[in-house]
C-alpha cells in the first residue's frame, strides 16, 4: 500500500502543465480596383503612367518595411497591369480567369503575394451572369493558398469582382451563388481566411445577397468589426467608406487554430500622385493580427504539406 500511497501523492503534488502561449503574426492585405480599361473606355482622365506610379509607391512602402503582404486587384485589365506588378516587385503573383469575353478582355483579378502561393484556382463566372458592360469582361473569382512563415496552417485568400450596378441584380444574385460554390470547393476546414474584393454589394442597399454571401461562408467583415471596436482609421460616408455603404470589403475567419482580428482598416491612394489620378476607387487597407498555438515541429517539410493537402 505504501508504494501506491506514495505515487499517488507525488501525483497530486506534481505541478500541471502550464498552457501553450498564443503567439501572433501581422498580416497586411490591401484590395484595389485600380480601373484598369483599355484606354478607349477609360477615357484621358486616366493616364497609363498611373500604373507605374502604383507599383513604386508599393515599392517604396516595401523599403519601409510598410507595405501591404497580399495585393488584391480589380479591373487590371489592361496589360499596362504588368508596370504596376514588375515596379512593386512581390515575387509571388496569381492570375484570375483568363480571356473569355466579347471584347477579349479577361477576369482582371490578379494576387500578388510577397510569401510563396502554394496552390492557386480561377474560375468564370456561369455563362450570362452579367449584364451591360460587364458582359465585355471575363469576371469571376481566384483563390490562393500562402505559406505564411511562422503560421501553422496555410493562409486562404479569395479575390473577386461582381456585377456593377446600385440595385441588386439577378446576374449579381448568380455571382454570388457561384463564389460560395468555388468557395466550398476550395476552402479547408479550419484553414484561416481572408477574402477580399469589389463585390458591389452595400451592406444595406443589397442586404439580401450580402447577407446569403456572409451566411454560406461564414466569414467576418473587418470594416463593421473595426467600427465596433474602434480600429477605423477611415470614416464611414459614401460607397468608398468600410461597411453600410461599401462595395470594396475584405471579409476574414475569426475562428480556429488561427484566430484573425483586425487591427485597423483605412482607403488609402484617393488622392492624385503628381497630378495623376489613380483610380477611381481608393485602395482597401486592413492590418490582422493573426493569433495561434504553435503545431509541433514539421521536421521541415512545407506548411500545406505537413497539415493540409496542398
Known amino acids: 500500500m505504501m508504494p501506491f500511497l506514495l505515487l499517488s501523492a507525488l501525483a497530486l503534488a506534481a505541478p500541471a502543465p502550464r498552457p501553450v502561449p ?44 510598410d507595405a501591404p503582404a497580399i495585393v488584391l486587384l480589380q479591373e487590371a485589365f489592361s496589360s499596362d497591369t504588368n508596370r504596376l506588378i514588375q515596379a512593386a516587385g512581390y515575387p509571388h503573383v496569381s492570375r484570375g480567369p483568363g480571356y473569355g469575353s466579347l471584347l477579349g478582355l479577361d477576369s482582371g483579378l490578379y494576387i500578388l503575394s510577397q510569401y510563396p502561393v502554394a496552390a492557386s484556382a480561377q474560375k468564370a463566372f456561369p455563362p450570362g451572369a452579367c449584364e451591360r458592360w460587364d458582359c465585355f469582361a471575363n469576371k469571376g473569382m481566384q483563390f490562393a493558398r500562402i505559406d505564411v512563415p511562422g503560421l501553422p496552417l496555410p493562409l486562404e485568400v479569395f479575390n473577386t469582382h461582381l456585377q456593377a450596378g446600385r440595385s441588386d441584380p439577378p446576374s449579381r444574385a448568380i455571382q454570388v451563388k457561384a463564389l460560395l460554390e468555388f468557395y466550398k470547393e476550395h476552402h479547408v476546414e479550419g484553414n484561416p481566411v481572408i477574402f477580399g474584393g469589389d463585390f458591389n454589394l452595400r451592406p ?107
Open 22 to 65: 498564443r503567439q501572433s503574426l501581422p498580416l497586411h492585405v490591401m484590395s484595389y480596383n485600380i480601373k484598369g480599361l483599355p484606354s478607349v473606355i477609360v477615357g484621358s482622365g486616366y493616364s497609363s503612367e498611373r500604373f507605374a506610379v502604383i507599383g513604386k509607391l508599393l515599392a517604396e512602402r516595401a523599403k519601409k518595411k
Open 204 to 310: 444595406l442597399r443589397n442586404s439580401a445577397t450580402f447577407n446569403e454571401f456572409v451566411s454560406g461562408t461564414g466569414l467576418h467583415h473587418s470594416g463593421k468589426v473595426c467600427l465596433d471596436r474602434g480600429c477605423a482609421r477611415s470614416p464611414d460616408t459614401g460607397w468608398q467608406g468600410i461597411w453600410e455603404n461599401a462595395v470594396d470589403h475584405q471579409f476574414f475567419s475569426a475562428q480556429g487554430t488561427v484566430e484573425i482580428v483586425p487591427t485597423s482598416i483605412e482607403r488609402t491612394y484617393s488622392e492624385p500622385v503628381n497630378g495623376l489620378r489613380l483610380s477611381d476607387h481608393a485602395a482597401h487597407e486592413v492590418r490582422f493580427d493573426l493569433r495561434f498555438v504553435p503545431l509541433p515541429a514539421t521536421a521541415g517539410k512545407p506548411i500545406c504539406e505537413a497539415h493540409q493537402k496542398c
